[in-house]
């Protein structure tokens, strides 16, 4: 069993920044970013490998958004640039224990969530 803890979110302007965590109790083969606005699908954001530190991105929020890991503490980090009031959702912790990928369905963990909020 992996459990998952997201933090980080809160109330932002447009072109300002905010650092999303989330901590992982268990092994798992990679740790994705997930986001859902209000009327929306879910949709990917990133994702990262653990062994290898592989990443991927959405085209929405390459250039912007950066995951990165830390092995020893078994925890992961979106760290987001230049927010714009379309970031807005809430933002979603997932891990999988085979291979990674953007859909929603290839992950078998998931965190409660984490409100991003971007507006002046």
């Known amino acids: 069993q992996v459990q998952l803890l997201e933090s980080g979110g809160g109330v932002v302007q447009p072109g300002g920044s905010l650092r999303l965590s989330c901590v992982a109790s268990?092994?798992?083969?990679?740790m994705g970013w997930f986001r859902q606005a209000p009327g929306k699908e879910r949709e990917f954001v990133a994702a990262?490998?653990?062994?290898?530190?592989?990443?991927y991105y959405s085209d929405s929020v390459k250039g912007r958004f950066t995951i990165s890991k830390d092995n020893a503490k078994n925890t992961v980090y979106l760290q987001m640039n230049s927010l714009k009031p379309e970031d807005t959702a809430i933002y979603y912790c997932?891990?999988?224990?085979?291979?990674?990928?953007?859909?929603?369905?290839?992950?078998?963990?998931w965190g409660r969530g984490t409100q991003v909020t971007v507006s002046s």
């Open positions: 997932a891990a999988t224990k085979s291979y990674g990928g953007s859909r929603s369905a290839q992950y078998d963990y």
């Open positions: 268990g092994s798992s083969f990679a």
């Open positions: 990262i490998t653990w062994s290898a530190g592989a990443t």
